[in-house]
């Protein structure tokens, strides 16, 4: 019996406003062993932030988790005490936020802030917390880190900000690292650097990761397998080579086609007609109809996940064959 | 490709004195040692520009290139170097000249509801400008935005409606039909399709290249995505720090890059793929422009940097016909 590290059973996060109920995650399932690279990808407003706040209990209100279930090596957080998921935050389990002034006290140094990082989860000196520090810092690329130890965020460039609050979450060698886009306001080079370390802490120490994002790029470099979400459900989840190479939801294959470098240099791109919908005002069924170039009448009805496995399935009446892949000329 | 440039920079600079923000000068009151510095955004950067030509601009975030962008298109005045509309220094033209030249050239900007006015209707926002330049009377002022609409793929009916009322790909689109009201003949985009989906990207993207096509329009197009700018432009110029450090037809460049600065950033861009990837460290660490590096700016990340790169920094120089880059290594081992 191999139990995941993580998985998330239905889950279902509302949000209760005056304009109506938001379904910002509607019934998502993810599954997750150690290890593991997850790539969480979709578009702006899809339910990707929400579902990585879920799994950590920091939804603020009006929204709340209504439905499903988070197993966390076989305990489940939805409805754990705050005073239990403290004490799993940071230590077994790290977020990165896309601002990470989330994360960073602004009126403390950047070493106060990681030593007492450090000391919240583990009993260990000053001197091995700040030696611990200034080496996190060195693996993000920071250079003269005792200075930078010193300072205070204000003091630090928005990409360092960053890239500190990277190395706040890998000082703990954590189980699973939820991080929500945490590169896209950086550099290629500095991106790529991040990218080494994250790899390498996962291969040595097992740390398992979300990787939200809408760059399939980054995805398709950095992941062992991907989740496709749009309207607030996984509408497709496979490894890479199958979400890349052969996907089935038209949606993902609308994505992907559009990526400009697999289209020809100088002509029109291809694109996925239409926008996304409000969430408030979702259509009937398959909330991708509207926009989709193979829906059927029967696509007013909503499809269930389903595939070759658990974690290879997608949501569609009409998917795209097996063997056909919109290639790029 | 021999006719005069529609825009040429000639040594374009831009110097800002950085004032304090509040933290620092209630940190400085505390004791702490933190000057006003100038920060020397845009250095000496020479580019023209043909009719007609779309010509990208890339680099890392704070090298410069929405600096540049700003003053090309005339919002922000040159701390030296000369701007030149089809051949002719603007500051040496007439008010009036130069009044057409500026709305000649407009800009499209990155955040399309920070850069609309949100108590405006999009009728409003489209159709004041050209109204108050007196190129549409206000009669017609809304057939004429009406017409722009249509043409960057939204309904008319949404004249009367507000930004708030659009999504981000709509917004983009109204803020480029404002562009379009004066009649530019060159656009300026800023990171015009980053915020945007990729697959409203893509539709933003197939918009303005088929403006070019209908309007014969001239493009400056600013992108941190080299996938974008690999598609749209005609010639491609990387900015390192301030100052252009290569610059080359778009297919040579990808193919080819000459400037290490430039092979790295398309050694590290990702790309789709099927196959998983290794990353590796990089050296070093990006630079503050507050205080750049001596000789050639790249020097303390180069993996190829010898003595003189840190002692003289290399000149821009054409190294095959329409290849420019500034490298000494161009100049040891000669192309
Ligand atoms: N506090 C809130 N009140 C009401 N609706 C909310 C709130 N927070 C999020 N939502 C809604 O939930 C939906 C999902 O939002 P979420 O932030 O998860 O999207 P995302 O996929 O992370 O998008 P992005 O790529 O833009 O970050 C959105 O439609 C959003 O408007
Ligand atoms: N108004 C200003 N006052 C002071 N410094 C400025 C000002 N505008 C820009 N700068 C500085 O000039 C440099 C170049 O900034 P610029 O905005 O042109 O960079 P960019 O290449 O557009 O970056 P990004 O990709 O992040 O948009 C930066 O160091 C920035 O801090
Ligand atoms: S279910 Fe129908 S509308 Fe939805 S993606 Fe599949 S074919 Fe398209
Ligand atoms: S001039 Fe020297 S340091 Fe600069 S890019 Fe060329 S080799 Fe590298
Ligand atoms: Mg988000
Ligand atoms: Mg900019």
Redesign the interface.
Not at chain 1, 185 to 193: E, F, G, K, N, R
Not at chain 1, 214 to 218: F, K
């Given at each position: 019996m191999t139990e995941p590290l993580l998985r998330v059973d239905g889950l279902k996060t509302h949000f209760l406003t005056r304009a109506g109920t938001v379904k910002a995650v509607d019934g998502v399932s993810l599954r997750l062993d150690r290890g593991e690279i997850l790539g969480l990808v979709g578009?702006?407003g899809s339910g990707k932030s929400v579902t990585g706040q879920s799994i950590l209990g920091l939804v603020d209100p009006p929204g709340r988790v209504v439905g499903g279930r988070v197993l966390f090596q076989g305990e489940d957080l939805v409805g754990a005490g705050e005073k239990r998921l403290r004490a799993i935050r940071g230590r077994r389990i790290a977020m990165i936020f896309q601002d990470p002034m989330m994360t960073l006290n602004?009126v403390l140094s950047i070493g106060t802030q990681m030593v007492e990082a450090v000391q919240a989860h583990e009993k260990v000196g000053r001197a091995e917390a700040w030696e611990r520090s200034r080496r996190a810092l060195v693996r993000v690329?920071?250079?003269s880190p005792d200075e930078r130890l010193a300072a205070?965020p204000?003091q630090f460039?928005?990409?360092m900000r960053q890239r500190v609050a990277i190395a706040i979450a890998l000082l703990h060698s954590p189980d699973l690292i939820i991080a929500d886009e945490p590169t896209t306001?950086?550099?290629?080079?500095?991106?790529?650097?991040i990218?080494?370390?994250v790899?390498k802490l996962c291969r040595e120490t097992g740390t398992a990761l979300i990787w939200v994002t809408?760059?399939?790029?980054?995805v398709?470099?950095?992941?062992?397998r991907v989740a496709v979400m749009y309207a607030g459900r996984v509408v497709e989840t496979g490894t890479?080579?199958e979400i890349?190479?052969n996907p089935r939801h038209p949606y993902t294959r609308?994505?992907?086609e559009?990526?400009?470098?697999?289209?020809r240099?100088?002509v029109?791109?291809?694109?996925?007609?239409g926008?996304?919908p409000s969430v408030l005002d979702l259509p009937e069924g398959c909330a991708f109809h509207p926009r989709c170039d193979r829906s059927t009448g029967a696509c007013t009805v909503m499809p269930e996940l389903s595939g070759e496995r658990e974690d290879r399935a997608w949501r569609c009446w009409n998917p795209v064959a097996a063997e056909a892949r919109g290639d790029a000329a | 490709m021999t006719a005069a440039p529609i825009v040429e920079l000639d040594g374009l600079t831009k110097r800002f004195s950085r004032k304090l923000d509040v933290v620092e000068r209630f940190a400085r009151r505390l004791g702490a040692t933190i000057d006003d510095r100038a920060v020397q955004a845009v250095s000496g950067v020479d580019l023209s520009i043909a009719e007609g030509e779309v010509v990208g601009l890339v680099g890392e975030s704070g090298c410069g290139k929405s600096t540049l962008g700003r003053m090309v298109a005339g919002i922000l005045p040159p701390s030296a170097g000369t701007l030149r509309w089809h051949g002719r220094d603007l500051r040496e033209l007439s008010p009036a000249d130069r009044h057409h030249a500026n709305l000649k050239i407009q800009m499209v900007f990155q955040d399309p509801m920070a850069s609309l006015n949100p108590r405006l209707r999009v009728a409003d926002i489209v159709g004041e400008a050209p109204v108050v330049h007196g190129l549409v009377p206000r009669r017609e002022a809304e057939a004429y935005v009406a017409a722009l609409l249509r043409q960057v793929g939204l309904d008319p009916a949404y004249l009367r409606r507000y930004p708030h009322q659009f999504s981000g790909g709509q917004r983009q689109r109204i803020g480029i039909a404002r562009a379009l009201a004066v009649k530019p003949d060159v656009l300026v985009c800023d990171e015009s399709v980053a915020a945007l989906d990729v697959s409203i990207q893509a539709q933003i993207i197939n918009l303005f290249m088929r403006l070019r096509e209908e309007l014969s329009l001239t493009y400056l197009f600013i992108s941190h995505d080299l996938g974008v700018v690999e598609h749209i432009s005609d010639r491609t110029a990387i900015m390192y720090l301030g100052r252009i450090v290569e610059l080359a037809p778009t297919p040579e460049l990808f193919d080819k890059p000459n400037h290490p600065y430039a092979k790295a950033l398309l050694d590290e861009a990702p790309r789709v793929s099927v196959e998983k990837r290794r990353f590796a460290p990089i050296r070093g660490e990006i630079p503050s422009p507050l205080d750049p590096p001596s000789g050639c700016a790249f020097h303390p990340r180069c993996p190829h940097a010898m003595p003189l790169c840190s002692a003289e920094r290399p000149a821009l120089r054409e190294i095959a016909p329409r290849r420019w880059s500034a490298c000494h290594l161009n100049e040891t081992t000669g192309p």
């Open positions: 578009e702006s602004p690329g920071i250079a205070y204000h460039s928005g990409g306001a950086l550099d290629v080079t500095i991106q790529a650097q990218l080494f370390e790899q809408h760059d399939l790029a980054v398709s470099a950095l992941a062992d890479v080579a890349i190479g609308g994505l992907l559009s990526v400009p470098s697999r289209n240099r100088g029109p791109l291809r694109s996925i007609p926008m996304t | -």
